[in-house]
C-alpha cells in the first residue's frame, strides 16, 4: 500500500505565535485517518498547508506525490474538502451551489450528486442564508463527495447534524473507503474517529504526540463516577476494582468520586453490595482527556510513521 500523504518536518509559525511544528506522518491509500486534537491543536492549520492555501515555513508535504505548496491546483483535482464551516454565497439555492461546484469540476455525476442530496435528506431549492447550520453542513458534504475523489479531506464534518444524519455520514465513509477512497478526518469528537478510522494522529499544541490504531483511543476514555451511599462510605471498597484509577471521598462522607478506564460492570456491582444510593457517571471532555495525558510536555517529540 502506497502513502497518498506524507508530510516530513512540516512547520507552521505565525510570526511568534505557534502554528504546527514537525509534523512528520503518512496515510496510506484507502485508509481512514483520524486526525484528533483539542480545538487550537493546529489541525485546521495542518490541513490548510496540506491544501496549499498556507505555505509552510519549514519541511514538505504532498499529496499522491504532487508538492502541496508548488502544485495546489493538482492536488485539488484529486481531493474532496469539507472546511471546518462551510459557508458560500447566501443567495444561492443548495442546487445552484452543488450545480455550481459541479461545473467548476468539470462536470459530476449528476445521478450520484442527487442520491447524496436524498440521502441527507437536504432540500436543494432552499436559498443558503436560510438553511440551519446542519443544512449548511449537509452542502458542503455533497460537494465534497459528489466528484468520486480519491482523497477526502474533512474537518469536524458532522458538526451541526442530528444523530441519523450523523449515521448517514458513517454509512458513506464505510462505502467510499470501500471503493478505494481515502479519507483524512479532523475532528475533536472521539466518538466520530472511533466509528470512521482505522488509525488515528493526536496532536497537541501543533505537535504530534501520538499516531496508532484507533482502538487504543479506548486508553483515553475515562470515567468521572460519583456514588453515594446512605452511611459512610470507604475509598477502600474500591481501590482494588478493575479499571478503578483513582477513588477519593468527599467531604460529608457519603459520597465517593471515582476515576475509571473501561466498563463500569465492576464498580456498579461493588456499588450494589455496599447498597449505595444513586451512582452517576461523566465522561470527561477530550480537552480534560488531553490536559491528564499530554500535558505538561512543552517539548514532546515529533512523531515519525
Not at 445552484?96 to 437536504?122: C, K, P, T
Not at 468527599?250 to 464498580?267: A, F, I, K, M
Not at 449505595?276 to 510536555?297: H, W
Amino acid at each position: 500500500m502506497s502513502a497518498i500523504i506524507e508530510t516530513a518536518n512540516l512547520t507552521k509559525r505565525y510570526g511568534r505565535h505557534r502554528g504546527i511544528v514537525d509534523l512528520t506522518f503518512q496515510v496510506q491509500a484507502g485508509e481512514s485517518f483520524g486526525f484528533l486534537g483539542p480545538n487550537g491543536a493546529g489541525k485546521t492549520t495542518t490541513i490548510r498547508t496540506l491544501l496549499g492555501f498556507l505555505k509552510p515555513t519549514a519541511g514538505s508535504a504532498a499529496i499522491a506525490g504532487l508538492d502541496c505548496w508548488t502544485q495546489p491546483s493538482e492536488v485539488h483535482r484529486v481531493i474532496g474538502y469539507l472546511p471546518g464551516e462551510f459557508t458560500f454565497d447566501p443567495s444561492l439555492t443548495g442546487a445552484q451551489i452543488i450545480a455550481y461546484l459541479g461545473n467548476l469540476r468539470g462536470g459530476v455525476d449528476q445521478q450520484y450528486a442527487l442520491s447524496l442530496v436524498e440521502r441527507f435528506e437536504l432540500d436543494p431549492s432552499r436559498r443558503f442564508h436560510e438553511y440551519s447550520r446542519g443544512n449548511k453542513q449537509k452542502v458542503g458534504l455533497v460537494q465534497a463527495f459528489m466528484h468520486h475523489p480519491r482523497l477526502l479531506i474533512l474537518d469536524e464534518p458532522t458538526s451541526g447534524l442530528d444523530p441519523l444524519n450523523q449515521q448517514e455520514f458513517y454509512r458513506l465513509v464505510a462505502e467510499v473507503q470501500g471503493q478505494g477512497a481515502t479519507v483524512f478526518l479532523s475532528s475533536h469528537n472521539l466518538a466520530e474517529v472511533e466509528h470512521t478510522c482505522q488509525r488515528v494522529g493526536i496532536i497537541r499544541e501543533g505537535r504530534l504526540v501520538k499516531v496508532d490504531a484507533v482502538h487504543t483511543l479506548k486508553e483515553l476514555q475515562h470515567y468521572e463516577v460519583e456514588v453515594t451511599f446512605a452511611g459512610p462510605a470507604s475509598p477502600d471498597w474500591f481501590r482494588r476494582v478493575p479499571g478503578v484509577l483513582g477513588v477519593s471521598l468527599s467531604p460529608e462522607g457519603h459520597r465517593l468520586l471515582l476515576t475509571v478506564q473501561g466498563t463500569l460492570g465492576d464498580v456498579v456491582q461493588e456499588a450494589a453490595r455496599h447498597d449505595a444510593t444513586n451512582l452517576t457517571t461523566r465522561e470527561p471532555s477530550l480537552e480534560e482527556v488531553f490536559l491528564r495525558y499530554y500535558a505538561p510536555a512543552p517539548a514532546a517529540p515529533a512523531v515519525t510513521v
